[in-house]
């Protein structure tokens, strides 16, 4: 009587036991950060957390979005001198003298409405420039070039890795 009452406790911890552990692992949320745009949403884009430590192949970790999914993610609304633009370059790069690695290279022109304040216009295609690195992230080299009847007349340009535009 007693070997029977010992073989049910043990079949019940371990029922108890295989059902909180599937639970949990059933449960568990990744650690994931979401990126996102001013007035636009990207949830679908997620970006797991790496050790510090991790060594990282930049050459295999590079994503395209379509270029309509990048046009219509700028909110164009807030560039109230800038038509909405169109990606005219998009392509992997590298590795450079000065980027050892491979990154993104993309180019997007935009017709400048008004050309009476130069200032403002170079502070509307950095904006550009800024929600277009949001999209495609801080390996990317990106090209605002602001044209005039079809010429290209401001080129705002953000290098990959860094925070300032040129």
Same mark, same amino acid.
């Given at each position: ?17 295989? *059902? !909180?552990?599937?639970?949990? #692992? ?11 745009? %001013?007035? +636009? ?56 003298? *000065? !980027?050892?690695?491979?990154? #993104? ?11 009476? %304040?130069? +200032? ?14 949001n999209i495609y992230g801080p390996n ?27």
């Open positions: 009587m007693k070997i029977n009452f010992l073989i049910i406790t043990i079949c019940v911890i371990i029922i108890v036991g295989f *059902t !909180i552990g599937t639970y949990i #692992i059933l449960n568990d949320k990744p650690n994931s950060a979401i990126l996102k745009n %001013n007035n +636009s949403s990207l949830d679908h884009f997620t970006v797991t957390p790496t050790p510090t430590d991790a060594i990282i192949d930049y050459n295999t970790t590079l994503d395209m979005p379509p270029n309509d999914f990048v046009i219509n993610h700028i909110n164009w609304s807030e560039y109230t001198n800038l038509e909405q633009g169109y990606v005219y370059l998009d392509r992997i790069e590298g590795p450079t003298d *000065t !980027i050892p690695h491979k990154f #993104i290279e993309i180019q997007i022109l935009t017709e400048v409405k008004n050309t009476s %304040n130069s +200032s403002l216009i170079r502070s509307e295609l950095s904006g550009v420039a800024f929600e277009v690195r990317s080299d990106i090209h605002i070039l602001g044209t005039k009847d079809g010429a290209a007349t401001w080129d705002i340009t953000l290098y990959p890795y860094e925070s300032n535009a040129h």
